[in-house]
């Protein structure tokens, strides 16, 4: 069940995901706001803060891994739901340990992805 007036933020390198993402997200009624990079996200800092990342772990310039360390630094918590196309024990290790809710390989199915944004939105 959707959790209206929530915004999930897509942080993700690859507009075919983006998009993709994002019409996934807005057909379950929340709001999604979409990057490229980490560095994006960053200079949006007047804008609402999201509920929870949908975030590449794989991005250039800072990582996403980087960047939910950056947000947790400076106080700005928000959950998030990692998602990679390359996998390994121990990125996903770190991932989990720093706080994710989820930590999901691409390709996902939709509803995976859905059920990680819905928990993390509680």
């Not at 691409?106 to 993390?120: D, G, S, V, Y």
Request: aromatic residues 6%; contains cysteine; negative net charge.
């Amino acid at each position: 069940m959707p959790l209206n007036g929530k915004i999930v933020a897509i942080i993700d390198d690859d507009e075919a995901v983006r998009n993709a993402l994002r019409r996934l997200i807005q057909s379950a009624g929340w709001h999604a706001r979409t990057f490229s990079t980490a560095e994006e996200f960053l200079s949006e800092a007047d804008q609402p803060p999201p509920s929870c990342l949908v975030l590449d772990l794989h991005l250039p310039g800072l990582s996403g891994l980087e960047l939910y360390e950056r947000l947790k630094a400076d106080r700005r918590l928000v959950h998030v739901v990692f998602v990679t196309a390359y996998p390994d024990g121990q990125t996903r290790e770190l991932a989990m340990r720093a706080g994710a809710v989820a930590f999901l390989e691409k390709p996902f199915e939709e509803h995976r992805l859905l059920n990680a944004i819905e928990q993390a939105l509680r």
